[in-house]
């Protein structure tokens, strides 16, 4: 059974990503971050040992910065995140035997997370990475189950409280891993990762 990761990222684009790192370190810097952090979560996947890794883009799907892994990009589809999520994962199903879904800012990524999402799929329907700020960095799935998706309070810190309502609801199998954090604030990098202030335009 194959195995494909999806990393959803948006398009390096200043002004339009890590926006609420951006109003403390201004646009410029924070697409830098936004760029270290793909690179990390790209690094970090391929050395995962998957059968495939893909980018699912936000904003462009044309864009130099995200072509320049040479992975395939995938333009990702729907208004909100729960159906781009949805999409992706029945995308991803159709040529794979299970998918795994992360960030592009989970900074915490490891080869060893990865492979611990892709061996609960061997028995779960599910498995989940939650994240500290209440959301998940996480998302696989071995079957299509959209409803895992639907009424989910996005961007709040609600998400992975709905989330296991509906996977407990609709008796679901599914596996928790251990809890990650991602990066969305200069509070976090300082915290987790000063390393990615280094240089950083003023």
């Not at 690179?39 to 970090?44: A, F, G, N, S």
């Not at 029945?90 to 040529?95: E, S």
Request: proline fraction near 4%.
């Amino acid at each position: 059974m194959t195995t494909l990761i999806q990393i959803f990222a948006k398009a390096a684009v200043a002004g339009a990503v890590k926006t609420r790192l951006a109003k403390q370190v201004g646009n410029a810097a924070a697409l830098l971050i936004h760029q270290r952090l793909c690179r990390h979560v790209v690094e970090q996947a391929r050395a995962a040992g998957a059968d495939a890794v893909e980018i699912w883009a936000a904003l462009d799907a044309q864009d130099a910065f995200l072509h320049s892994f040479g992975l395939p990009v995938f333009e990702q589809q729907g208004r909100e995140l729960g159906t781009r999520l949805d999409f992706a994962l029945r995308h991803g199903l159709t040529r794979h035997g299970r998918v795994v879904i992360v960030g592009a800012d989970v900074y915490s990524l490891s080869p060893g997370y990865l492979q611990q999402a892709f061996k609960a799929l061997q028995t779960s329907q599910i498995v989940v990475g939650p994240a500290e700020d209440g959301g998940y960095v996480l998302m696989g799935a071995s079957h299509s189950l959209p409803v895992v998706f639907q009424d989910i309070p996005w961007g709040t810190p609600d998400v992975m409280g709905a989330t296991m309502d509906r996977l407990l609801s609709n008796m679901i199998s599914f596996e928790l891993l251990p809890e990650r954090w991602d990066i969305d604030t200069l509070e976090d990098v300082r915290r987790h990762a000063p390393e990615l202030l280094k240089d950083l335009p003023t």
